[in-house]
């Protein structure tokens, strides 16, 4: 919550009371994560690379809804993270459903009264739009940012070596070669082929894509 706070007063944002209180419900929910890839800390790393985008000055923080951007960034993942994918079909489910599990479960929430229809709309689909499988619905500048700093976490390969070890334990293949075959396709095939330059919105994400890639290839 702290680095929130440190963006929105850097800005001179800030957020309602109730959006406070939202905000650390889903702080809360991300803590209790099974799903090592993702818990609090990777809602902590997209504040940090938000942090760094802001401050490339690409756009006019003006125009950005923080409200709206700060509860897709807390909440965009708490259905993802309370799952372990245990079969093949689950994890494939997880990267179809994430953001409308997500976006569900937000909606639980008594967000009539602290959103108007509008603030709603562009909050559910920024969540829902930042899985892998998107629609060409709800698109908004809260969206476009969520989407690129949550697929340059992805680059992050501390986050690999912590999930790993955690999926080996609970995935229903137990034989450690398939085991160890699956996580060097993932590092070496998988990562470099599902994503490109041409997935980012933003040219401050396209260079730290790269930059990423590269240490990433190592």
């Known amino acids: 919550m702290d680095k929130a706070k440190k963006i929105l007063d850097k800005y001179g944002a800030s957020l309602r009371e109730e959006v406070w209180q939202l905000l650390a419900l889903g702080f809360e929910v991300m803590k209790k994560g099974v799903d090592t890839a993702h818990t609090e800390k990777h809602v902590l790393n997209i504040?940090?690379?938000?942090?760094?985008?802001?401050?490339?000055?690409?756009?006019?923080?003006?125009?950005?809804?923080?409200?709206v951007l700060m509860v897709a960034i807390f909440w965009h993942d708490v259905w993802k993270s309370s799952r372990r994918p245990a079969t093949p079909w689950?994890?494939?489910?997880?990267?179809?459903?994430?953001?409308?599990?997500?976006a569900r479960i937000l909606q639980k929430e008594n967000l009539d009264e602290m959103f108007d229809k509008g603030r709603q709309k562009k909050i559910i689909w920024a969540i829902r739009n930042h899985q892998a499988v998107k629609t060409p619905f709800g698109d908004s500048?809260?969206?476009?940012?969520?989407?690129?700093?949550?697929r340059l976490e992805r680059w992050d390969s501390g986050r690999a070596d912590e999930f790993f070890p955690n999926f080996?334990?609970?995935?229903?293949?137990?034989?450690?070669?398939?085991?160890?075959?699956?996580?060097?396709?993932?590092?070496?095939?998988y990562m470099p082929r599902r994503d490109n330059e041409s997935k980012y919105h933003?040219?401050?994400?396209?260079?730290?894509?790269?930059?990423?890639?590269?240490?990433?290839?190592?």
């Not at 080996?168 to 996580?183: A, G, P, Q, T, Y």
């Not at 933003?202 to 190592?218: A, I, L, Q």
């Open 168 to 189: 080996k334990n609970f995935f229903v293949i137990k034989n450690k070669r398939s085991l160890d075959w699956m996580e060097r396709w993932y590092r070496k095939w």
């Open 202 to 218: 933003f040219e401050w994400s396209k260079v730290e894509y790269k930059r990423r890639r590269e240490e990433w290839e190592k």
């Open 141 to 150: 500048l809260e969206s476009r940012i969520l989407q690129d700093m949550d």
């Open 47 to 67: 504040l940090d690379n938000l942090e760094r985008f802001l401050k490339s000055k690409e756009i006019e923080v003006e125009k950005i809804d923080f409200e």
């Open 90 to 102: 689950l994890i494939i489910k997880n990267q179809c459903f994430e953001g409308w599990g997500s």
